[in-house]
């Protein structure tokens, strides 16, 4: 079974900077769009950002220009560096594929634990 697997999580200061990785276990074919999304307790889960096949980027509104997400669709693998972090920022943070267009299928990581607390 295909896993997408995050990394870069932790406790950070506020203006403080980390940077979280995704791969997939094993390579998914048709793969055109990855994402980070977010969930604070007591929250929904939101979009933080996206990334398409080519290249387009989409973020939500209190991470645009803070965050960068950025990565290779083909190769599977999804970055996002976030800079600035503010207590708010402090959720579990997961990472996302959407294969297929027509019928896609959805992958989803684990998550991990971002918090930024002083």
């Known amino acids: 079974q295909v896993q997408l697997v995050e990394s870069g999580g932790g406790l950070v200061q506020p203006g403080g900077s980390l940077r979280l990785s995704c791969a997939a276990s094993?390579?998914?074919?048709?793969?055109?769009?990855m994402a980070w999304y977010r969930q604070a307790p007591g929250k929904e889960r939101e979009l933080v950002a996206r990334?398409?096949?080519?290249?387009?980027?989409t973020y939500y509104d209190s991470v645009k220009g803070r965050f960068t997400i950025s990565g290779d669709i083909a190769q599977n693998t999804v970055y996002l560096q976030m800079n600035s972090l503010k207590p708010e920022d402090t959720a579990v943070y997961y990472c996302?594929?959407?294969?297929?267009?027509?019928?896609?299928?959805?992958?989803w990581g684990q998550g991990t634990q971002v918090t930024v607390s002083s």
């Open positions: 990334i398409t096949r080519d290249g387009s980027t």
């Open positions: 996302y594929a959407r294969q297929g267009i027509l019928s896609p299928s959805d992958y």
């Open positions: 094993k390579n998914i074919l048709g793969i055109n769009a």
